[in-house]
């Protein structure tokens, strides 16, 4: 029987390194462990709805912050058949925002945290969930920000305040294992980090049925 896939996630403010990691772990996991593996990313700016999105981003395009707010999660409910399938014929897939990027920054505009996090409740659950984290100066500090929407540094130090009160460990994640990583070290300090962690849980998850997020 081929064993299931693990869902692995990368959150956090913009400009900590998430997608260097997890490229590092994606060639990590089919080069060194010799598994199946796949990134996907969030927002999926290839889909219609993911092009509205980008269009908003890049600041083509005004909206109302709920239906900005629906329409990424949309996005996700539109690949939620293929995350299942990927993971169910042993795909392991790790990914680039989710979820929690959807709420930490709807909320961070002052929509209700509830509200927020209300549509995303059955969507596919991430097994583990790397925190990529350093102070929002020393983010900023990393070179100029892309131009995109929400690259400010106060409403970042809001979106970073959210995840740690509201996201990082905290119940309504729960059965989901987050680890923190301290994104302020040199790239191969953190990815060997973060292989390690996939190293020594993997074969645990592996045995656990999919779940969803309550
Ligand atoms: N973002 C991302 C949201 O506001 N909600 C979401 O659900 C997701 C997945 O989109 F500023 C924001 C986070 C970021 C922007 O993401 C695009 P990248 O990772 O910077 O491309
Ligand atoms: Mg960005």
């Known amino acids: 029987m081929i064993k299931r896939g693990l869902f692995i996630l990368f959150e956090g403010v913009d400009r900590v390194g998430k997608s260097t990691q997890v490229q590092a772990l994606t060639n990590h996991i089919s080069n060194v462990q010799k598994l199946q593996t796949k990134s996907l990313r969030f927002p999926d700016r290839t889909t219609p709805i993911g092009q509205i999105i980008n269009q908003y981003l890049q600041n083509a395009t005004n909206m109302d912050d709920r239906a900005l707010h629906l329409l990424f999660s949309s996005n996700r409910w539109e690949a939620r058949d293929s995350i299942l399938e990927l993971l169910n014929n042993g795909t392991n897939i790790v990914v ?42 020393d983010a ?57 962690i996939f190293d020594s849980e993997f074969k645990n998850i592996q045995s656990s049925p999919i779940g969803k997020l309550e």
């Open 96 to 137: 680039d925002r989710y979820s929690y990027s959807g709420v930490a920054y709807s909320a961070a505009k002052g929509i209700d945290f509830d509200w927020c996090y209300a549509c995303e409740k059955g969507l596919p659950k991430p097994d583990l969930i790397f925190y990529l984290t350093m102070s929002s100066e």
């Open 140 to 196: 900023t500090k990393r070179g100029e920000y892309g131009g995109e929407r929400y690259e400010k540094l106060d409403f970042q130090k809001k979106i970073k305040q959210i995840y740690e009160e509201k996201l990082v460990d905290q119940p309504n994640s729960k059965q989901t294992t987050w680890k923190i990583i301290n994104a302020n070290r040199p790239i191969d300090e953190i990815s060997n980090e973060i292989s390690s």
